[in-house]
């Protein structure tokens, strides 16, 4: 193996990622390992073609927001999925330590995951996947997109396995529905709910880990906005026309772009 495991840094149900270091270089990167057996896929070769083509494609955009996979290959049972490390961290691990980010702290943050996402869309990619750890900061605390394992274009969407992290997923993904670049903006409006109250908008810290009771609340509890948090009106306008549950109403990565809430960036 070209890498040596120094240790791990996240885990879900189907994977763990781990800090490595190139043997060669001594450069440091994150590896995702990911069980084939797990990912419950009727061919993993042909979901990892297209996740190196999509991160081929994303290379190409030249965007400082986006961090697509370096490496991408099968060894054995596993897939091995190599990507940038970013010692800064992610917005979990801010969130974790701040609980909620000031509006003008979420603001700057929000903005650059727009502009990613405007990027991303407009060469016809849907991330599918945007969750807190998938957002990193780099050494300048810009923030940057990561984690395209679940990444497709709208014509394969229906091909591939859904995140594991199912409690930023839009309402039709966890139903199984079609669906298409408005899951995106659905995620994108948790962001901004957990950057501004510290917390997600329809599953307490405390609840149950049953997945089928968690995704039930994420269809069907109405979305409170906490009177105990301060909030300009644009962002709380925002968040209502983003956690739509309608994909068809929701607004797309164009209208957030032109909402009140950036007008003064």
């Not at 970013?86 to 969130?95: A, F, H, M, R, V």
């Not at 995620?187 to 901004?192: D, H, P, T, W």
């Not at 994420?218 to 306008?237: E, F, G, K, R």
């Amino acid at each position: 193996m070209q890498f040596r495991l120094l240790y791990t840094l996240f885990k879900d149900s189907i994977s763990s990622t781990h800090l490595c270091r190139k043997r060669d270089n001594l450069k440091f990167y994150a590896i995702r390992i990911l069980n084939k057996e797990r990912l419950q896929i009727r061919s993993p070769h042909d979901h990892i073609q297209l996740q190196m083509e999509i991160c081929q494609e994303i290379r190409e955009l030249r965007s400082s927001f986006l961090s697509p996979f370096i490496w991408i290959h099968e060894d054995g049972l596993e897939i091995h999925s190599i990507a940038e490390f970013y010692p800064n961290g992610s917005l979990q691990d801010l969130l974790d330590r701040d609980t909620s980010l000031s509006e003008s702290h979420a603001l700057r943050i929000a903005c650059e995951i727009v502009e990613a996402l405007d990027t991303l869309h407009t060469a016809g990619i849907i991330h599918r996947d945007l969750a807190p750890c998938n957002i990193m900061f780099d050494t300048s605390g810009h923030a940057v997109i990561t984690g395209f394992g679940q990444a497709c274009r709208p014509d394969s969407e229906a091909s591939f396995p859904l995140p594991d992290t199912g409690l930023y997923c839009a309402p039709e993904l966890i139903l199984g529905w079609a669906h298409d670049f408005s899951v995106d903006c659905w995620s994108f409006g948790l962001l901004i709910y957990m950057m501004l109250f510290g917390s997600h908008p329809y599953v307490a810290d405390n609840d149950n880990d049953n997945a089928a009771i968690l995704q039930t609340k994420v269809l069907y509890c109405p979305l409170m906005i906490p009177q105990t948090v301060s909030v300009s009106w644009a962002a709380q306008d925002l968040l209502v026309k983003c956690l739509e549950r309608n994909a068809a109403l929701r607004l797309d990565i164009k209208q957030i772009r032109a909402h009140t809430y950036f007008c003064t960036v």
